[in-house]
T-cell receptor, first 110, second 113 residues
Framework: QKEVEQNSGPLSVPEGAIASLNCTYS??????FFWYRQYSGKSPELIMF????GDKEDGRFTAQLNKASQYVSLLIRDSQPSDSATYLC??????????FGKGTSLLVTP | DAGVTQSPTHLIKTRGQQVTLRCSPK?????VSWYQQALGQGPQFIFQ???????QRGNFPDRFSGHQFPNYSSELNVNALLLGDSALYLC????????????FGSGTRLTVV
């Protein structure tokens, strides 16, 4: 059973809007969560990590973690066409492996 | 500062053959993990090497094996290739525990025919 779930999308938002990407996880032992961006044919690139309940902001990106609801999200403000990519959510439990979701495809339209 | 480097970038093999993929971690990193990413899927964890030992293994058969060298570089070996092994193989490195995430290499695209 997949431990991390994401809506595969595509999620389409207009340029300048807020993109909201969501992820749920089933393993309550997961401690840390990571958001990676992956352009088509390229390798994943780390955007943010979060391990405490609440919000964490970095530039246009905000990660949110709610351990009680087992829910992680990524908000992208002022979305740009260059943000169009697949966004991968991953959790780490007591081990060392990143458990990835399938990813959500984001399309930012001009 | 060199990032994670992988070789080769592309590879075509015949079913039943064996393949070796190589990875050099980012400077200062001592831990190397390997992931398999099929088309349209998220990366799947194969195994992780630390201090030249396999520290954790994912749900992959014994046909998948690896090695880490004293300079922290690593190899992934796959024996008796199946068509289903066709995927992007990603190497990721970190310094110790993954508190701040892993850095991925550009990957090796393996096609089994």
């Amino acid at each position: 059973q997949k431990e991390v779930e994401q809506n595969s999308g595509p999620l389409s938002v207009p340029e300048g809007a807020i993109a909201s990407l969501n992820c749920t996880y089933s393993d309550r032992g997961s401690q840390s969560f990571f958001w990676y961006r992956q352009y088509s044919g390229k390798s994943p690139e780390l955007i943010m990590f979060i391990y405490s309940n609440g919000d964490k902001e970095d530039g246009r990106f905000t990660a949110q973690l709610n351990k009680a609801s087992q829910y992680v999200s990524l908000l992208i403000r002022d979305s740009q066409p260059s943000d169009s990519a697949t966004y991968l959510c991953a959790g780490v439990n007591s081990g060392y492996a990143l458990n990835f979701g399938k990813g959500t495809s984001l399309l930012v339209t001009p | 500062d060199a990032g994670v480097t992988q070789s080769p970038t592309h590879l075509i093999k015949t079913r039943g053959q064996q393949v070796t993929l190589r990875c050099s971690p980012k400077s200062g990193h001592d831990t190397v993990s390997w992931y398999q990413q099929a088309l349209g899927q998220g990366p799947q964890f194969i195994f992780q090497y630390y201090e030249e030992e396999e520290r954790q293994r994912g749900n992959f058969p014994d046909r998948f094996s690896g090695h880490q060298f004293p300079n922290y570089s690593s190899e992934l070996n796959v024996n008796a290739l199946l068509l289903g092994d066709s995927a992007l193989y990603l190497c990721a490195s970190s310094k110790g525990a993954p508190n701040y995430g892993y850095t991925f290499g550009s990957g090796t695209r393996l096609t089994v025919v």
